[in-house]
């Protein structure tokens, strides 16, 4: 007898350098907020206290804590999207089977709407992928997001490079080595002489002014601005915290703000004319000195108004009514308090 199988010839050819498998990053899903949950778990997270450090590490702890319970929770809850849409798909279909006079109208309506929400956080997921921020959601365009997501990961693979002698090199480390060796030789400034003449022959665009204005300190105001500027899918930072998710919680504070007011300690977290912390209106003078901080107003050494600065900044009526303001230690921060408090 003769068998009828083909013999396979099998070469194995070992690879030029040793592969790591890629760290996956977690970045902050827009999807998560379409979860009832999702406000709640950022506020439990948010509420846990951070004791030691400045008070900007205590918020870079915040947002680090925040996105690490998100990203646990997420792993229960939307890990299993496409089994949880089969299964409600499957039982959508039992119902309208066995729909005799319209029995299970609303079960059909609940099912119905919880299958198009999942359907929807998918359709998040790969547009926030695809980073095809032109085109909203809700038009049924998971397809289009999901082959747009696989063109640009294939597009963004680095398999090897051409080094400086035409040699195609695709070895881990040395292909680290040529792009590292690429931006020194970009960035890397040549030997130049009497670079002071040549510097003050060109003439400045800066005055001072704006210079002064690119020096001074940055107002919570500029902050938001500068996040709602920013499309939802982009990221600030390294953190991997989408503006997304800062500009839901600029748009709650701009709430907030309406029902706070600072309680002056050494008056430098608060705003002289863009934060509420005593008048509610106050008027400058013919001709005012330039303030920002609440700080600028209060005499260092005595803790207390300065009344001769007030007077070049404000009118009568509000430099009295800048004067009942109760000051607490001036060792201390401001702090936010609820102004409808007794």
């Known amino acids: 007898s003769f068998s009828d199988h083909l013999a396979l010839v099998v070469s194995i050819v070992a690879g030029t350098g040793t592969s790591r498998r890629k760290k996956f990053v977690q970045r902050f899903e827009e999807k998560w907020a379409t979860n009832p949950d999702y406000e709640k778990l950022i506020q439990e997270s948010w509420r846990q206290p951070v004791s030691v450090g400045s008070p900007m590490f205590q918020l870079c702890q915040k947002i680090s804590r925040c996105r690490m319970a998100l990203i646990d929770w997420s792993r229960e809850v939307f890990e299993v999207n496409s089994l949880q849409v089969n299964h409600k798909l499957e039982a959508l279909e039992a119902l309208h089977t066995d729909n005799h006079g319209g029995r299970h109208n609303h079960q059909i309506k609940i099912l119905r709407d919880e299958v198009n929400m999942l359907l929807h956080q998918d359709e998040l997921h790969w547009r926030q992928r695809s980073r095809e921020v032109w085109l909203a959601t809700g038009d049924k365009n998971t397809r289009?997001?999901?082959?747009?997501?696989?063109?640009?990961?294939?597009?963004?693979?680095?398999?090897?490079?051409?080094?400086?002698?035409?040699v195609w090199c695709e070895e881990e480390t040395r292909v680290g080595a040529m792009v590292v060796q690429y931006f020194e030789d970009i960035f890397s400034a040549s030997t130049v002489s009497e670079v002071e003449n040549t510097v003050r022959c060109i003439p400045s665009v800066v005055t001072a002014a704006m210079n002064r204005q690119l020096l001074s300190q940055f107002t919570a105001l500029e902050i938001q601005q500068a996040t709602f500027q920013m499309h939802p899918s982009k990221a600030p930072s390294p953190d991997d915290m989408s503006s997304f998710f800062f500009q839901n919680i600029l748009a709650a504070r701009e709430l907030l703000r309406k029902g706070l007011r600072w309680q002056i300690g050494n008056g430098q977290q608060a705003h002289v004319w863009e934060d509420g912390w005593g008048p509610t209106t106050l008027h400058q003078c013919s001709n005012p000195m330039e303030v920002q901080w609440v700080a600028d107003l209060i005499d260092a050494e005595s803790g207390s108004w300065d009344v001769s600065i007030l007077r070049e900044v404000f009118d009568e009526d509000s430099v009295q009514r800048v004067q009942q303001v109760v000051l607490t230690d001036c060792r201390k921060r401001d702090y936010p308090i609820w102004k409808h408090d007794p």
């Not at 082959?147 to 693979?157: E, I, T």
């Open 144 to 166: 289009y997001f999901h082959q747009k997501a696989k063109q640009c990961r294939g597009k963004n693979m680095v398999k090897g490079l051409l080094d400086s002698n035409g």
